[in-house]
């Protein structure tokens, strides 16, 4: 094959928080490896078959632990903000994948370079998530406990449902990969790029003196549609932990859905088939990214995703 023929399909990969940490398993940093060197199957093939790849992946239960390290450590070391543990966690994570997906390439003597970014996304100051913030993140406390850290650290607190209390932040739509230009650079010399990982790094354009953090979180598959558009992806793989997106869930009608146009997808999401805490933003994103010229979104579970890149499997979302 010549270079072109070999390198003409390009694609993105969102990895869901699964992929990493497993509810049946500790969270130790060794299983962490262990199901990161598991969710690289479909990824390997992919290189294998001359795809130009970029990863992301969620960091939702290793932020959570950040920022318990944080609470523990108050009063005896710095406090660390959320943007901090936001950009830390993707840097360890991204570690984690680097290093697990060049020893499998190796070892499955694919030459290929892998390299993981801190990436920082814009967003608006004034997006309306960041005024009336509703993302959860981090431990439960009582309502005393809570109200003292709203007092203490100006978080803001809601109750999150019969659990308990917990702290919430906003979760801005993201503009631009701020490090797009770079990204795409590797990726067009086809090398995998590891980068938007928990949504990437929030940050907004101070008038004054330029870009700064926000203490809030952006949905890991909204960010990778953004950056899927930036780097000029066809394809846009959201590996979760289901097998396929349903409508009328949890009922009698629960249909599985499978190969999908643009236009139903978003009339089942007009209708409101998939919750905001749920399939929501996957979804969204999925619409985003073809809205935006991608070709095919696929979503399913790690498990599926083989088949799913066969058509024999998952949820397939083209353009009309």
Request: charged share 25%; with cysteine.
């Amino acid at each position: 094959m010549s270079d072109t023929e070999e390198y003409n399909k390009r694609a993105i990969i969102a990895l869901g928080g699964n992929a990493i940490t497993s509810q049946e398993r500790e969270d130790t940093i060794a299983n962490q490896f262990s199901n990161t060197r598991h969710s690289l199957a479909t990824i390997v093939d992919m290189a294998r078959e001359g795809y130009d790849l970029c990863i992301s992946h969620g960091n939702g239960p290793q932020v959570g632990n950040a920022l318990l390290r944080v609470e523990l450590a108050r009063g005896k070391a710095p406090v660390l903000p959320l943007g901090i543990c936001v950009a830390d966690t993707e840097g360890g994570m991204g570690y984690m994948i680097e290093q697990s997906l060049l020893n499998r390439l190796a070892h499955e003597n694919i030459d290929r370079s892998v390299c993981a970014i801190i990436t920082q996304m814009l967003v608006d100051i004034d997006d309306p998530s960041l005024k009336n913030p509703t993302k959860f993140i981090g431990q439960f406390y009582t309502e005393d406990d809570a109200r003292r850290m709203e007092t203490e650290s100006g978080w803001i607190v809601k109750k999150d449902a019969d659990r308990g209390w917990r702290r919430v932040v906003g979760s801005p739509v993201p503009i631009k990969c701020l490090e797009g230009d770079l990204i795409k650079t590797l990726f067009d010399n086809h090398c995998i790029v590891i980068a938007a990982g928990g949504g990437g790094v929030p940050v907004y354009r101070h008038p004054e003196y330029g870009y700064d953090g926000v203490d809030a979180v952006i949905d890991k598959d909204c960010a990778s549609a953004v950056l899927g558009r930036e780097i000029g992806a066809e394809l846009f793989l959201i590996l979760t932990s289901v097998d396929n997106v349903a409508i009328n869930f949890g009922t009698e009608n629960e249909e599985l859905l499978e190969k999908v146009s643009y236009s139903q997808m978003k009339k089942y999401a007009d209708l409101g088939h998939f919750p905001a805490g749920s399939m929501g933003p996957k979804v969204q994103a999925a619409l985003d990214f073809i809205a935006n010229g991608g070709k095919k979104v696929i979503i399913t579970s790690l498990d599926k995703a083989i088949l799913a890149m066969a058509d024999k499997a998952g949820t397939r979302i083209y353009p009309d």
